[in-house]
């Protein structure tokens, strides 16, 4: 068994007495091709050397794997949560046939306590496995988060897009239709650009009111007696689109009351077609509006050919960021507490965008696998002499406090493996502390996690 850890890379320098320890409980493991050695998320119990074979080194994000490492014969797997005293982060699976020689954890706490040499070996090789699974998730999750908020922008656009382009085939439709009414109005001598009785009915465009559904109903009501009483034929039909475009019943009634019947008619239903083209409009530039926005926001978001740093209003990247997680943010509460004048301080602001996207996400993660009553994301900002301060606050389970102290920590994550990388609030640390010269803290009891951002007005200066 000795002979055999010798010619592993990893053992080739212990001395003889660090091996005999390796080899008092090393034995002999075999896996088929495509097993499962170890999962994401187990104890660490036992690492293992490759003996014949390989695997590969995979971890969950999202509904996808990442692929980390392919190791081969010489390698050893599983030893980085041996050594860090944490669960495993990877999930190893055999690519062929292969056979390992496994050590039990006992034996490498033993071989580290009594050899600074192995130590030392040791820690060389967890090191090299950290950087290069660090750069990997770094990579992927940045390209999950690209697909996260693509997504959602697609969810927040489709909604309005649809409303435009189905308003305006809606609105040809109704203007043929509009001009046929007018047609028949004018041909029996009213015009209300000259008749006063009808001009205010016509001069204004309409757009939809906000009614409550008694309110609503009400008012139909009330224009079809209105309606009714001036022998306008089909007030069941035309009287809520009138209530809709907010159209009184006594305005109407006062302006039509001197016609005759027929005459009453034709102008109501030329009203009609017209209050009906006006709500059209009104959506399509509603719907025009919103698409407009959220371009916008997205290269406010984003900082498109812009200077690398420069001065800009926290308040408008907090309202970017929430604008664009909008579709995860539909069942929640948003309160914002923001100060009357511009929060300015100078930044790396798409990067600082990344901060606030990471926290306003993990908050909604948070309220909905909990399952939260009424769940709320409160986001205040402050300014401090030169200090401006972001909190995000939600009222969620919060974190255990044995697990609040490590939530900084890179791949670490308090979400189910799978469900996270655990490099969204490292990465944010990094952005705010070493990018920016600020803080970021967090406090947490059940019903209240807040994340705590302190950012200097000028990190140069």
Known sequence: MRDVLRRIPLFADLPEEDLDILASGACEESVAAGEVVFNEGDEGDR???????????????????????????????????????????????????????????????????????????????????????????????????????????????????????????????????????????????????SDHRIEGLFSDSREPVRLSGIARMDLEADLEAVLDDLGVGDAWQLGPPLAAAGVDGQELRGALSAFPAEAADLVVRALCAKVEADTLVAQIETGATRLSAIVGALKSYSYLDRAETQDVDIRQGLDDTLLILNHKLSEIEVRREYPDQPAAIRAYAAELNQVWTNLIDNAADALVSAGTRDPTITVRVAARDETAVVEIEDNGPGIPDEIVGRVFDAFFTTKPPGSGTGLGLDVSYGIVVHRHRGDITVDSVPGRTTFRVELPVDPDG
């Not at 649809?162 to 015009?191: F, P, T």
């Open 47 to 193: 690492a293992c050397v490759i003996l014949e074979g390989e695997v590969e080194v995979v971890k969950a994000s999202g509904a996808r794997e990442v692929l980390l490492a392919v190791r081969q014969a010489g390698d050893v797997v599983g030893e980085m949560s041996l050594l860090d005293a944490a669960p495993r982060m990877a999930t190893v699976r055999a690519k062929v046939d292969t056979t390992f020689l496994t050590i039990p954890k006992q034996q490498m706490d033993d071989l580290i306590s009594s050899s600074a040499t192995a130590a030392r070996a040791l820690f060389a090789v967890l090191l090299s496995r950290w950087r290069e699974t660090d750069v990997r998730l770094r990579q992927s999750e940045r390209m999950a988060q690209i697909g996260t908020l693509t997504a959602g922008l697609a969810h927040e656009m489709n909604n309005p897009a649809a409303a435009v382009q189905r308003g305006a085939g809606q609105l040809r439709v109704l203007l043929e239709h509009a001009g046929e009414r007018y047609g028949e109005m004018r041909g029996s001598g009213i015009d209300p650009a």
